[in-house]
């Protein structure tokens, strides 16, 4: 007979053992299955995905409701070479529950330093063998029972990802990804992620992700931070020839539209631009730009609503070059197709893959301009300030240099509503000249403007590399203002234009000149047109239809000019009605020489006498002789000088006076000369005739030889006005200061600089 009191003992100790038991249970589940299964999945991986799978620790913790796998690498199929990898993840659930119930809710994901590296060939991943894995699936599963599924608290940190592509220029890389959502849940039709990542080339990107599956919306809110320009030169070099590209982006975007309907568009965005510059083959700047910033405050597709804020460029500035046959420096790196069609012709267009970036920025900015024409719109402000052009144009006998700078254009705040919208604009020519000038529009039709120019101090020698080669005429000396007073209304142009001239000075005809000139007898015109003052004053109007293709202005303003030359010229008896008297002003400013011209000739002689002259008519007076030569032109007139001479006389030592002469009389655009330079240089194609022959004599050289004769001329100036009695305290020769040197460097000569004597 069994004593009752045992019993409880019994049930306790009954109590003890199923308590061991189920401790023992789940220290095999947290303890010895994670072991087993770790090994199996190892020992399987390249069985089952054809890799190979490392894996440190598996957790299951049955008392905390965590599991978490530690440690993990994926390698690519028979590599050493990483595929997929992270150093933790974990998850907490509840799975008894999510059996019971089919409610699998899990929560506080953490994701540690994962890594990714995906190639891409054509339409083919490195792990589109995986997506294959499990063939076609067509069983029916029983979807009565519904399943709820959520996962909330979620964080991804110091992520890595490495993509390589076959459309990409370059492999792209990204680390300390972090990643976070509040709520991913089949109940709840809004979620949203946060995301961060810094850029292996250069950028930072913060920002936000919204998904609305039940209003079908998405939205984007990005800040892009310091993105570093040259990781898109490869996409530049597919279809423009350039070595260099620097600077940074910041880029920050709004966005939100839905997925179902694309009408309902809406975008903010932001853009600013630091230190750019963009280089050519040879390592030459072709643009800079110190900022950029522009704002675009909304854009609404479905009201047809555009708000434009701020969109500002500062410290613009361009090299442009034309070359001699015609090309230009940007333009000639563009790599064209000349073998493409087009409907059914050939066309000529860039030659660049549709995966390029760019030109899928082009695509799309092409179909929101087509999607979108805007009834309403506003730009707060529209600018270019403190910007510069450097044009040069290689295609006169010498090369023209011309610079505009402080260019300054700005509109303010511009509205589809308003009666008229204002753009002011100024700049510096050529370091002496100023253009200003406004353009007033009507804001339903900017085609209808009228413009108001006024350029004043415009030095007409700084042109004189065209007046030689399009009029057949040095320009010497003169002073231009031009005024012009422009309306354009529903397709006609009413132009009216005043010309002022100060101090004109033109020079006797030269031989070496654009071939199809018309040679105008422009010298005896400018003295004929001067009134007694020394100006001359033209009136220039244009009129006509800007819709008729037949209309071109510049042809008309040619006419008028050629008419007033032509008229002055062969009826002199109506502008001479005063007598010259005494030296010309011009000719008591400046004293201008031919390049590489060792000392005064007549011509020189001349200014020189009129110099000493006045000198003797103010004793008190002194003058100093600043150089005005551009030392690096008249340093290429010297090797083109010397490269015809070892076009001429290969085998001459030594040249006579009768053999200068022959130098001089060989036009720079000599076919058999060219060809000859072409033909010693063929590693320096796209350069002009000048910097050939620079290459072919040496730099050192020709700035050494060119030193030489601007030491002649001043010495054999010096002497001269000794010999005409000018006393030796009285002149000297110096350096100028950059304010009395502005505008001057050109062609060799002095400028006098008038002072008291001690």
């Keep these: 007979m069994i004593d009752a009191s045992s019993r409880p003992e019994r049930s306790k100790r009954w109590l003890i053992v199923l308590v061991a038991l189920l401790v023992t249970v789940l220290l095999v589940v947290a303890l010895l299955l994670p072991y087993i299964l770790k090994r199996y999945i190892e020992t399987h991986s390249e069985e089952w995905i054809n890799r190979?799978?490392?894996?440190?620790?598996?957790?299951?913790?049955?008392?905390?409701?965590?599991?978490?796998?530690?440690?993990?690498?994926?390698?690519?199929?028979?590599?050493?070479?990483?595929?997929?990898?992270?150093?933790?993840?974990?998850?907490?659930?509840?799975?008894?529950?999510?059996?019971?119930?089919?409610?699998?809710?899990?929560?506080?994901?953490?994701?540690?330093?994962?890594?990714?590296?995906?190639?891409?060939?054509?339409?083919?991943?490195?792990?589109?063998?995986?997506?294959e894995l499990g063939g076609d699936d067509t069983t029916t599963n029983d979807t009565s029972a519904s399943v709820r599924f959520s996962m909330e608290d979620i964080e991804l940190n110091d992520g890595r990802i490495d993509y390589k592509s076959d459309v990409l220029a370059a492999p792209v890389g990204i680390k300390n990804l972090k990643a976070t959502s509040n709520i991913i849940s089949s109940e709840n039709a809004r979620m949203e992620f946060g995301l961060g990542f810094d850029l292996n080339d250069g950028g930072?990107?913060?920002?936000?992700?919204?998904?609305?599956?039940?209003?079908?919306?998405?939205?984007?809110?990005?800040?892009?931070?310091?993105?570093?320009?040259?990781?898109?030169?490869?996409?530049?070099?597919?279809?423009?020839?350039?070595?260099?590209?620097?600077?940074?982006?910041?880029?920050?975007?709004?966005?939100l539209d839905s997925y179902a309907d694309t009408t309902s568009l809406a975008i903010s965005a932001g853009l600013d631009l630091h230190d750019v510059k963009l280089t050519d083959p040879n390592s030459e700047e072709l643009f800079s730009l110190k900022k950029a910033t522009s704002r675009l405050d909304t854009l609404v597709a479905k009201t047809q609503r555009v708000d434009m804020g701020e969109v500002v460029l500062d410290g613009a500035d361009l090299n442009f070059v034309m070359l001699a046959d015609g090309t230009d420096n940007w333009t000639r790196l563009l790599?064209?197709?000349?073998?493409?069609v087009v409907g059914d012709s050939a066309a000529t267009q860039l030659q660049v893959s549709e995966s390029n970036i760019f030109a899928m920025l082009a695509e799309y900015v092409s179909y929101l301009g087509e999607q979108i024409v805007a009834s309403d719109y506003t730009a707060k402000k529209l600018a270019l300030t403190n910007s510069?052009?450097?044009?040069?144009?290689?295609?006169?006998?010498?090369?023209?240099?011309?610079?505009?700078?402080?260019?300054?254009?700005?509109?303010?705040r511009i509205t589809s509503d308003q009666e008229a919208g204002k753009v002011t604009a100024s700049a510096v020519l050529q370091e002496t000249g100023t253009l200003k000038g406004d353009a007033v529009f009507d804001p339903k039709n900017i085609r209808n403007v009228r413009v108001d120019l006024t350029v004043d101090d415009l030095a007409l020698n700084h042109l004189d590399a065209y007046g030689r080669w399009y009029a057949a005429h040095p320009l010497e000396d003169g002073l231009l203002q031009y005024v012009s007073k422009t309306v354009?209304?529903?397709?006609?142009?009413?132009?009216?234009?005043?010309?002022?001239?100060?101090?004109?000075?033109?020079?006797?005809?030269?031989?070496?000149?654009?071939?199809?000139?018309?040679?105008?007898?422009?010298?005896?015109?400018?003295?004929?047109?001067?009134?007694?003052?020394?100006?001359?004053?033209?009136?220039?109007?244009?009129?006509?239809?800007?819709?008729d293709p037949q209309f071109k202005v510049w042809p008309i303003v040619w006419q008028v000019l050629k008419n007033l030359i032509v008229k002055a010229a062969t009826a002199p008896g109506r502008l001479l009605v005063r007598a010259f008297e005494g030296a010309d002003e011009a000719d008591l400013e400046r004293v201008r020489f031919e390049y590489l011209q060792p000392g005064p000739a007549k011509l020189q002689e001349k200014t020189l006498k009129q110099l000493a002259s006045a000198l003797k008519a103010k004793p008190g007076l002194t003058v100093d002789l600043v150089s005005i030569v551009d030392?690096?032109?008249?340093?290429?007139?010297?090797?083109?000088?010397?490269?015809?001479?070892?076009?001429?006389?290969?085998?001459?030592?030594?040249?006579?006076?009768?053999?200068?002469?022959?130098?001089?009389?060989?036009?720079?655009?000599?076919?058999?000369?060219?060809?000859?330079?072409?033909?010693?240089?063929?590693?320096m194609e796209g350069k002009s005739l000048h910097d050939r022959c620079l290459s072919l004599l040496g730099a050192a050289e020709a700035e050494r030889?060119?030193?030489?004769?601007?030491?002649?001329?001043?010495?054999?100036?010096?002497?001269?006005?000794?010999?005409?009695?000018?006393?030796?305290?009285?002149?000297?020769?110096?350096?100028?200061?950059?304010?009395?040197?502005?505008?001057?460097?050109?062609?060799?000569?002095?400028?006098?600089?008038?002072?008291?004597?001690?």
Aim: aromatic share 10%; charged share 25%; hydrophobic share 40%.
């Design 52 to 131: 190979k799978v490392t894996i440190d620790r598996i957790i299951l913790n049955p008392f905390t409701f965590r599991y978490g796998v530690t440690g993990v690498t994926c390698y690519e199929p028979q590599s050493e070479e990483v595929f997929v990898s992270w150093r933790n993840i974990s998850v907490r659930s509840n799975l008894w529950n999510g059996f019971q119930q089919n409610n699998w809710r899990f929560t506080g994901l953490r994701i540690e330093s994962p890594y990714c590296h995906i190639i891409q060939t054509g339409d083919r991943f490195n792990f589109s063998d995986l997506l």
């Design 204 to 255: 930072r990107m913060d920002g936000g992700f919204m998904l609305d599956t039940d209003k079908s919306l998405y939205g984007i809110d990005a800040h892009l931070k310091a993105f570093a320009l040259p990781q898109v030169l490869p996409y530049i070099q597919d279809f423009f020839a350039c070595k260099s590209l620097e600077g940074a982006m910041d880029l920050e975007l709004n966005l």
């Design 335 to 340: 790599k064209l197709d000349t073998t493409a």
């Design 388 to 412: 510069a052009v450097h044009f040069e144009d290689n295609t006169p006998a010498q090369p023209f240099r011309y610079a505009i700078s402080a260019i300054n254009v700005s509109a303010n």
């Design 488 to 547: 354009v209304k529903d397709g006609n142009i009413d132009s009216q234009n005043h010309l002022r001239v100060d101090k004109l000075k033109v020079g006797k005809k030269v031989d070496e000149h654009d071939p199809e000139t018309y040679v105008l007898p422009l010298r005896l015109a400018a003295g004929l047109l001067k009134d007694v003052n020394g100006v001359v004053e033209l009136d220039v109007p244009v009129k006509g239809d800007l819709k």
């Design 631 to 683: 030392a690096k032109a008249e340093a290429k007139e010297v090797a083109v000088f010397h490269g015809k001479r070892a076009f001429l006389f290969p085998d001459k030592a030594t040249i006579e006076g009768a053999d200068s002469a022959r130098i001089a009389e060989l036009g720079s655009r000599d076919t058999a000369f060219t060809a000859y330079v072409d033909g010693r240089t063929a590693g």
């Design 705 to 758: 030889i060119a030193g030489e004769i601007e030491y002649a001329r001043r010495e054999s100036t010096m002497q001269f006005l000794l010999a005409q009695g000018v006393a030796s305290a009285r002149v000297r020769y110096r350096d100028g200061t950059a304010e009395e040197l502005a505008g001057q460097r050109g062609v060799p000569g002095f400028r006098f600089v008038y002072d008291v004597g001690e």
